[in-house]
Each structure stands twice: as structure tokens, then as C-alpha cells.
């Protein structure tokens, strides 16, 4: 009885921030959808609904010991159809194949690839011979190859060219990041590239209100970057636009490397400090006036006219959902200054955290929402502790700067282990970089831009732009010595699923529970740490076209070619924590074991006479003769994706497909070899009936 009263005396000592577990639960019901190997039907989401219904009633008429457990269960299934409501609200055609001819759309979006190519997203899209329903909503092509023939490309210009699309491909290992997924819910049914010349075939139409604000958004960045040379120019553009296209590939990756990537993002840091300026501002402006001092609300209305600025800031970004993030986080703690409320609190940050899971589900899975609200509620839970322990950061004079290193190093330690568990890195020296760099964006960046937009009416924006393009001057140089710095950047081998939840429910345990009770989060903390040492890695690796493989051996992972399969490549030795590029990795593939054989090209194909019943044959074509080994051919891959082989004790491997992980999702495109095989017997006999010309709606 003893125990029963103290857990009940436990719960009781939690009211006042029940209301902060709200976006815990409804993450886990999310998390639940995405973790099934199924997709659940429509009906059995409407009954989950109804479920949800009778447990809010079932928590409504309960004491206040049981209606906790029965709202939380009840904000799971909430969580779990809200993802499915999502999921089904984004579908859309996916391309099942290959294709290869024209391709004409309307221009959406504009940045640029990893490989530093020209990158389009088109909606309205019609592909030759492809009928309007099996046709994507959007595709998105990356421009590669001689451009100087290029008209250039303007936001809502009709285009056309003649490109290679592929569906959106799935994990390029067992478990790993599902590119399907993430193209499913930004609305993508293929992406591809192009190398001919981009035509216009229709001028943007002005009229069009969905897309003059990125019109607007690329004509100010093109302005900016008119104004400001070379990367500096792309920095600021990104910081004021969200256009990041003009960014040179080796300065993002100097970012990256010396933990300052962020600053190039529109996140939350950007949406505070701007906003934080106008406020400031805004602030000063009503002080110089009394009898308005006097007679009006002058703090409620200079959060007002914050929260405006930040609307503002929001349309001119792209409205991606970083920003979106942002600005929720952003009117939050505004409102509560408009209430008289505190700005910054663990409800507040619930708030925000509630309404993004509402609004985007799926955001919950992405390395931008984990590090973000990691960072916010690790900030205000820490300085929440400081404040009521009245702890003294030291002589007045000297306070602020105390608080700007204390707060680099609360959130560097609290998004470093989700960094390192996406991006498979860790800057060593970010904390350096960040005390170098954050300050002056606050302090000159940040207040410089809000400047130049202020007089860029009257064309003065120089006034701001030129301190502005000082500071990011200053940043990327930072970033580039940073970054040079041997062992700058050390890498990080993937943890299993288990850990990044078991280590963020510690976390939030620790900062969220009330009682000594709360200290049992560092217990799981610590069972993550240690779970992430002993992840595995899968001794063998096959890309899900056969066109790589990937064998581990005591220097790293040997992979099958120098070059080719570039991207599978470099995520296979990320994942591993290996920093060597893909022809290093090559040179150590006779040291790997004689047991894996790859047929990479033709000849090779042709030339395969047999192999021995130890073998395992990977070949990137269809082999000419029956293989008495276990084989795995592009026909067989397409039905199980990419594949992993972990090596047993006894001897021989446990095989598992990326098929198995995933399961049947809306996103996964699964095709059994026998339909896949019985498609190519027919679409030849359909296309040659169909005209070759391409009729737009």
C-alpha cells in the first residue's frame, strides 16, 4: 500500500504541467504509425477516432489518478490517426517506372542538389504518353550538363525539356532514411535529372496569387545577391529569402562541419532574433512618446507589431517547415507577452510543439523538429531551474556573455546526439564556432537585415546590407577556419531505432517529471548510450539496383566500384562512422571476402559460367544461366529493395530486405517480380499505340 501511495502521490505532484506531456503522447501514437509494417485502412482510422472519443469520456468521469492514464492513451490514438489522416491527405500519383522523354510543368520551387546542380520541383506536370491519372502532382529534376542554353528559370514559368524520372527511391539500406516517405508527404512522384536544354513554353502568369510570393521571394534574393558578392551574397539571400541556391557547396559543407549549418536555415533562432529586434524596437519607438506610454498597452502592441513581422518573415521564407516551426514557436511566446504571460516556458514550448505535430505529423521523424525543440525545451527547462534556484551568472557586466556561453553549450549538447544519430557527425570545435558566431548574428546580422528591409523602399538598403555582409563575412570565416582544423569533424557510426527514442524519453523524463522520480530518466539515457556502442553494423550490403555492394572488413567497408552509385555509396560509409570517400573505400575490395561476388557491368555478366554453393552473386543484370548459389539480380531486388547480410556465429547470414522493415505503405511501391515482369511484356504494346506527341491540358 505503501507503494501505491507514494506512485499516487507521485502523479498528484504533477499538476500544473500535465499540459507539457501533451506533444509527448501524441509523438508517440505518431511515432506507432510510422513504426507498423502496414498501412491501416480508413474505416480502422475512423474507429480509432471513436476509441478516442470514449477514452475522453472515460477520462472526464474519472478521479484524478486515472484521468491522466486515460488521456494519454487517449492523445496516442489521437496521435496515430492524425498521421494517417496525413498520409492519406498527401496521396497522390507515384511514376511506377522508369521514364524517360519529355516532361512539362510549372516551376515551384528552385534550389540546388547535393551535387551542386540546378535543382527544379515542377507541379502541373504531363509526361509523354503517361494518361493524367498515373501522372505525379509534382516531380522534381536536377539540371546537369552544358546550361548555357538555358532560358532562365523563373518562379510559375511553364518549362519544358526532356528528362529522366524514376520513383521516388526507397531506403538505401535496411532501416535506413526512407526517401519515399519524405518525398511522399512533400508531394513528389518521381524525381530525376535532365541534361537538355530548358525551354519556356509559357510566361508566368501574374495573376496567380499561390505563387507571387516566391516571385517576390527569388526577385529580392536575385537583388540581394546583386548587392553582395559571391557566398555571402547566397548567405544573406538565405537568410532573408530561404533561397539557398546561390550557396556554394564547399561553404555549406564548411558550415556543417564546424556545427554552424543552422544559421543558414530560417529556423527558430533567426524567427527569435528578428522578431526580438522589432520588439526591441518597436519598444523604443513608444518610449519616446509618453503620453502613448501612458494611455496604451505599449508591450502588448509591440508584441503585436513582432508577431506581424514575424508573419511576414514567414511568407517572404518559403513557408518550409522549419520556418513554419519557427513562426508557431515564435507567435507562441508573443502571445504570451500580448497576456502578460511569460514568453519562453515549458508550456509555451508545448504549445508549439502541439500545433506542429497537428499541422505536420510527419515533421516528428525529421532531424529539423528533433534538434529544434530539443534545443528549446533544454534551454528553458536549464535557465528554468537557474532562475528558481536564483542562481547569479556572475557580475552584472557580465552576464550576458555568461548566458550566451551557457546557452551554446545547453544546445549543442542537446542536438549533438540527434545530429550525430542523422548526419552521422559530430563537430568537435561547434561549440567554439557557435560562441564565435551566434553572438554577432544577434547583435549585427539579424538587426542589419531588419534594416535594410525597412529602407529598401527608398532604395538605402546598402545602409543595411553592407554591416550585414561584415558579419556573414565574419561567420563563413569562422566556418572555414573551424572547419580546417584537423579532427574537426568526427565521425559517428548510425544507432539502432531504439536509441534516439529510449534517449529522448529519458531526457524529457528528466526535464518534464516533478519529484526525485525524475532522475530515473538518466537511467534510460544512459541504456541508450550504451545501446548505441553495441549497434551493429550489417556485414554486407546491396544497393536495391545491384549496382553496388559493400562488404565490411577490419579497415572499413570495402565497396564493389570506385565510382558510380555515388549517393548509396557515401550514405553506406556515413552510416558505418567512416569519413573515406567512395574510391578510397574501393581500393580495399580484393582484401574482402572471396564469398561475395559482384557482377557489376555486362561483360562481367556475360563472362559468369557458374558459382559455388558458398557464394553469394550480386549482379546489376539478369544473369545468362542459372546461378546454383544464393543470388540476388535487379529482378529480384526490385521486389525486396536494398538488402543487408549480417554474418551468424555459426556461420552462414541473416539476410534482411529493406521489403521486411518498411512493410506495404503508401509510400513503399513494392512490386512482386511476377507483375513487375508481366508490366514489361505489356507496355511496349500500349505505348507504340499511343501518339508521340505531348498535348498539354
Not at 504541467?17 to 509523438?27: I, S
Not at 556554394?248 to 528578428?274: E, F, K
Not at 504549445?351 to 525545451?377: C, D, Y
Request: hydrophobic share 50%.
Amino acid at each position: 500500500m505503501a507503494f501505491l501511495a507514494a506512485i499516487a502521490q507521485s502523479v498528484l505532484a504533477q499538476r500544473g504541467v500535465m499540459f507539457c506531456w501533451v506533444p509527448v503522447c501524441l509523438a508517440i501514437g505518431i511515432g506507432l504509425y510510422f513504426q507498423i509494417t502496414w498501412e491501416p485502412s480508413v474505416r480502422l482510422l475512423w474507429g480509432l477516432g471513436g476509441v478516442a472519443l470514449l477514452g475522453t469520456a472515460m477520462a472526464w468521469r474519472s478521479n484524478e489518478l486515472v484521468s491522466p492514464v486515460f488521456v494519454a492513451l487517449t492523445l496516442v490514438l489521437i496521435g496515430f490517426v492524425l498521421a494517417g489522416v496525413r498520409a492519406n491527405q498527401v496521396a497522390g500519383p507515384r511514376l511506377e517506372w522508369r521514364y524517360y522523354g519529355a516532361v512539362e510543368g510549372r516551376i515551384v520551387a528552385i534550389d540546388r542538389s547535393a551535387s551542386d546542380a540546378l535543382r527544379l520541383t515542377l507541379d502541373q506536370v504531363v509526361l509523354e504518353r503517361v494518361p493524367p491519372h498515373r501522372t505525379p502532382k509534382r516531380v522534381r529534376l536536377s539540371l546537369h550538363g552544358d546550361r548555357s542554353h538555358d532560358i532562365t528559370a523563373a518562379p510559375g514559368m511553364r518549362v519544358a525539356l526532356t528528362g529522366h524520372l524514376s520513383p521516388p527511391g526507397g531506403p538505401v539500406e535496411p532501416g535506413g532514411f526512407d526517401f519515399g516517405r519524405h518525398a511522399w508527404f512533400a508531394g513528389l512522384g518521381a524525381v530525376g535529372y535532365a541534361r537538355t536544354p530548358l525551354m519556356g513554353v509559357e510566361e508566368a502568369d501574374a495573376g496567380r496569387a499561390g505563387l507571387a510570393i516566391f516571385r517576390v521571394r527569388m526577385a529580392l534574393s536575385a537583388h540581394v545577391q546583386s548587392r553582395l558578392p559571391g557566398d555571402i551574397g547566397g548567405f544573406a539571400a538565405a537568410l532573408t529569402t530561404g533561397d539557398r541556391s546561390a550557396m556554394s557547396q564547399q561553404a555549406i559543407d564548411a558550415l556543417r562541419a564546424s556545427n554552424l549549418a543552422h544559421l543558414l536555415a530560417i529556423s527558430g533562432l533567426h524567427m527569435g532574433l528578428m522578431s526580438g529586434v522589432v520588439f526591441g524596437a518597436l519598444r523604443l519607438v513608444f518610449a519616446l512618446v509618453p503620453p502613448f506610454v501612458l494611455r496604451w498597452p505599449a508591450r502588448s502592441i509591440a508584441a503585436a507589431g513582432a508577431l506581424l513581422a514575424s508573419a511576414f518573415y514567414l511568407a517572404l521564407s518559403g513557408g518550409n517547415v522549419a520556418t513554419e516551426r519557427a513562426f508557431i514557436m515564435v507567435a507562441v511566446a508573443l502571445c504570451a507577452l500580448m497576456l502578460n504571460r511569460r514568453a519562453l516556458s515549458l508550456r509555451a514550448v508545448a504549445i508549439a510543439a502541439t500545433l506542429v505535430l497537428i499541422l505536420r505529423p510527419e515533421a516528428l521523424l525529421g532531424p529539423g523538429f528533433q534538434m529544434s525543440f530539443a534545443a528549446t525545451t533544454a534551454l528553458v527547462a536549464i535557465f528554468g531551474w537557474l532562475r528558481e534556484a536564483q542562481v547569479q551568472l556572475g557580475p552584472r557586466w557580465i552576464r550576458p556573455a555568461v548566458a550566451v556561453f551557457i546557452s551554446s553549450a545547453i544546445a549543442g549538447a542537446a542536438t549533438a546526439p540527434v545530429a550525430a544519430a542523422h548526419f552521422n557527425a559530430y563537430a568537435q570545435f561547434g561549440l567554439i564556432a557557435n560562441l564565435l558566431s551566434v553572438p554577432l548574428m544577434g547583435i549585427l546580422v539579424i538587426p542589419a537585415a531588419v534594416v535594410a528591409a525597412v529602407l529598401s523602399p527608398l532604395g538605402l538598403e546598402m545602409v543595411g546590407l553592407w554591416p550585414m555582409g561584415l558579419g556573414l563575412r565574419w561567420i563563413l570565416g569562422v566556418a572555414d577556419f573551424v572547419s580546417g582544423i584537423e579532427g574537426a569533424r568526427l565521425y559517428v557510426k548510425s544507432p539502432d531505432k531504439i536509441v534516439l527514442p529510449v534517449l529522448a524519453s529519458g531526457a524529457l523524463f528528466v526535464m518534464l517529471w516533478r519529484g526525485r522520480l525524475r532522475w530515473a530518466g538518466g537511467v534510460a539515457m544512459l541504456a541508450a548510450a550504451v545501446l548505441w556502442v553495441g549497434s551493429s553494423r550489417p556485414t554486407v550490403l546491396i544497393a536495391d539496383t545491384g549496382t553496388l555492394v559493400g562488404v565490411l572488413t577490419p579497415s572499413g567497408r570495402a565497396l564493389s566500384k570506385e565510382k558510380g552509385a555515388g549517393f548509396i555509396a557515401r550514405n553506406w560509409l556515413e552510416n558505418d562512422g567512416d569519413g573515406r570517400d567512395q574510391w578510397t573505400a574501393a581500393q580495399t575490395w580484393a582484401q574482402s571476402s572471396g564469398e561475395i561476388v559482384h557482377l557489376a557491368g555486362k561483360r562481367a555478366v556475360r563472362a559468369f559460367e557458374g558459382c559455388r554453393a558458398d557464394q553469394i552473386v550480386i549482379s546489376a543484370h539478369e544473369l545468362p544461366v542459372p546461378a546454383s548459389c544464393r543470388n540476388f539480380t535487379p529482378d529480384r531486388l526490385r521486389s525486396t529493395g536494398a538488402v543487408a547480410l549480417y554474418a551468424r556465429p555459426e556461420g552462414g547470414y541473416k539476410i534482411v530486405t529493406a521489403r521486411e522493415i518498411s512493410g506495404h505503405r503508401h509510400w513503399s511501391g513494392w512490386r512482386d517480380t511476377a507483375r513487375t515482369t508481366a508490366r514489361k511484356e505489356k507496355r511496349p504494346a500500349q505505348m507504340a499505340g499511343r501518339s508521340e506527341t505531348l498535348v498539354r491540358p
